[in-house]
């Protein structure tokens, strides 16, 4: 690896390889539309270890590290990226993937949020008094709650249970980057007098813990954002609106989760951390960058957490540990802390489809928070109509008569074919179409280039938010640095291309949508199941472009275009340790509802992947 590089560094020094290379005009130049599907590998090279140091410090530390930069960008086609942009003059670069209702489609909206609360499926009867008697959810919430309301057992029990379950865990799975056990128990408290006064609790989920990813501000806890460059900075003194959201309902914040450094690889595995680790197996990656909210959901220790995606990273954890993963639809859900990325979406990660439905309930909720007026004020200009209210309607319906599947069959098809992803997932389908769900062949012409466009804008937004720890010689990851170098070695003209390529393929993933009625674009979350940890990968981490993209072959295109999407269980690898399968959908904005019914279809449809050998049972005292 190193010899390569050392000779790609010759080659960029040798020749001038750089942002001013001419693009192709007229037939040859790359074109969006065409038929066709294409997943090429890239061209990168994989390191862990030293060895991976070594080349972080070539690439970002070195007077050779910006040619070589650029030698690998236009060696992987972001000059066609500017082919295809010249190619679609007409289009205005679009910034932020929102999609704002035409007056007609508003009102239907709002029409099912009407129907839907008239059934007690709105957030707001939902939090007060869960799930209408007639829906069997199996929410873990549910059961919290059930349990508490009984008098056997007071928050106080059980988050002594969970404290306790976390300390034997942590060394082995790494979930938590800080729990506050003082605080957690003066919460537990408050709850437990609640639930003794007459007025009772506050919520569904008074009493109940959960865990916030290491992204957003959380009373009392440090935000790190999983990096050692930011350790020793004050903890925060108030929570982010969306943390505040759910103390509000009595919720108890268990603390903060791992995540990888800035979220920068899927992987999941943070250096600063040195862990988490797949809550099946701790020899394999949990998947990231949300890893240990994740973790923390499968064994039990919650039965929801607070996670973001910005390239799958709460669909990817999901699927790789066995839980469900809602990304909502780009601006659905407020929060303040980290809310400058354009492909970011906050959401829950849930033990099952009914917790994270109960857990979209309170994210969405409507706050007084000046904060909480961000999304509202840009999806329509003062914040006075506000976006499409969040709804549970449908959550019930068994038959899935009218439901509408896209599929585009070659992309489906295209996993690991050493793995049981295909097969498993195909019968998780079959299964949905027994019920009355319909496939619906679909193409979705381009993908390979709206990866590419993905991954560029990604890294020019994590660039430009790291550029003073960057600038400053932060203690980074070796490929956190490598990621902001590469991020920086973009021009504004290859940025621009890329917001031209999302305004197109927005359109025509939209109408798409539209034209053919389709409720949700249904694929395998990941290709693969969750690989082995490489032991040397332990001080450096790992840089593996090609299995990163690779991974991000379903998952790329509902943070590009904002689109929400869920990941749930359908089954295990046998291929590989039993690592968990997951199966997605993808819906249209503000489609949240309807996928939360297709995950909870899929769950009641297949049989249930069970829970790993540590999982603990924290409402009956098992293993802690």
């Not at 489809?353 to 857990?359: E, M, N, P, Q, S």
């Not at 914040?383 to 319906?397: D, I, K, S, V, Y």
């Not at 590989?576 to 997951?582: E, S």
Request: proline share 6%; with cysteine.
């Amino acid at each position: 690896m190193l010899r390569s590089v050392c000779a790609v560094a010759l080659v960029a020094a040798a020749v001038h390889i750089g942002s001013d290379r001419l693009i192709r005009t007229g037939e040859s130049a790359a074109k969006l539309g065409l038929p066709g599907y294409a997943y090429p590998a890239v061209h990168a090279p994989a390191a862990k270890g030293w060895t991976l140091a070594l080349l972080s410090r070539i690439l970002t530390q070195s007077p050779l590290g910006p040619a070589i930069r650029r030698h690998l960008l236009d060696s992987n086609g972001i000059a066609e990226l500017r082919e295809l942009a010249a190619g679609i003059p007409d289009y205005q670069p679009l910034v932020t993937p929102l999609l704002r209702l035409s007056p007609k489609a508003k009102q239907k909206a709002e029409r099912q949020s009407a129907a839907a609360a008239a059934s007690g499926l709105d957030a707001e009867s939902i939090l007060k008094k869960g799930f209408p008697a007639d829906i069997k959810s199996g929410s873990k919430i549910e059961a919290y709650h059930t349990l508490y309301r009984s008098g056997r057992v007071t928050p106080i029990d059980v988050l002594t249970r969970v404290i306790a379950a976390t300390k034997r865990l942590q060394p082995t799975y790494v979930a938590f980057a800080e729990v506050n056990e003082d605080q957690v128990m003066a919460e537990a408290a408050a709850s437990a007098r609640r639930w003794a006064s007459p007025s009772g609790p506050l919520s569904m989920l008074d009493g109940v813990p959960i865990a916030v990813k290491d992204m957003i501000d959380t009373n009392g806890h440090l935000t790190s954002y999983g990096s050692a460059s930011h350790q020793g900075k004050a903890k925060a003194a108030a929570d982010d609106v969306l943390v505040s959201k759910f103390r509000a309902l009595g919720a108890i914040i268990l603390g903060t989760t791992v995540m990888t450094e800035g979220g920068v690889t899927p992987l999941g595995y943070s250096v600063q951390y040195r862990g988490p680790f797949n809550p099946w197996s701790a020899e394999h990656y949990s998947g990231g960058s949300s890893s240990g909210s994740a973790v923390a959901v499968a064994l039990g220790l919650c039965p929801i957490a607070i996670g973001f995606d910005g390239g799958g990273s709460i669909r990817i954890p999901a699927s790789f540990s066995g839980v469900v993963g809602l990304a909502t639809s780009f601006a659905r859900v407020d929060y303040a802390t980290s809310s400058a990325i354009t492909n970011v979406k906050a959401g829950p990660l849930a033990a099952t489809t009914a917790d994270a439905a109960i857990a979209f309930a309170a994210m969405t909720r409507p706050s007084s928070e000046p904060t909480s007026m961000y999304f509202d004020v840009m999806y329509d200009g003062n914040g006075a109509g506000g976006r499409p209210t969040a709804h549970l309607g449908g959550f019930q319906a068994a038959d899935l008569s009218g439901v509408r599947l896209g599929m585009f069959a070659p992309h489906f098809n295209d996993t690991a074919a050493n793995s049981d992803v295909h097969a498993v997932t195909t019968a998780a389908v079959a299964a949905l179409v027994s019920r009355g769900a319909v496939v619906v062949p679909i193409e979705i012409p381009s993908l390979k280039w709206l990866r590419l466009a993905h991954a560029i804008k990604i890294s020019t937004e994590f660039a430009s938010s790291w550029d003073k720890k960057y600038s400053e010689w932060a203690d980074l990851e070796p490929n956190t640095r490598i990621t902001i170098g590469l991020g920086m070695s973009v021009t504004a003209v290859e940025a621009l291309a890329c917001d031209k390529i999302r305004a197109w393929a927005f359109e025509f993933v939209t109408r798409l949508f539209q034209e053919q009625n389709i409720t949700a674009i249904v694929s395998p979350t990941l290709p693969m199941t969750a690989p082995k940890f490489p032991a040397d990968a332990m001080d450096h981490g790992e840089s593996n472009t090609g299995l990163v993209v690779e991974m991000m072959k379903y998952i790329s295109l509902a943070n590009f275009l904002g689109f929400p999407a869920v990941s749930v269980p359908v089954g295990a690898d046998s291929t590989n340790d039993n690592m968990p399968i997951g199966l997605q959908f993808l819906g249209p904005h503000w489609s949240e509802h309807d996928l939360l019914r297709l995950s909870r279809a899929t769950e009641v449809a297949v049989e249930s992947i069970g829970t790993p050998a540590d999982y603990v049972d924290v409402l009956n005292g098992d293993k802690v």
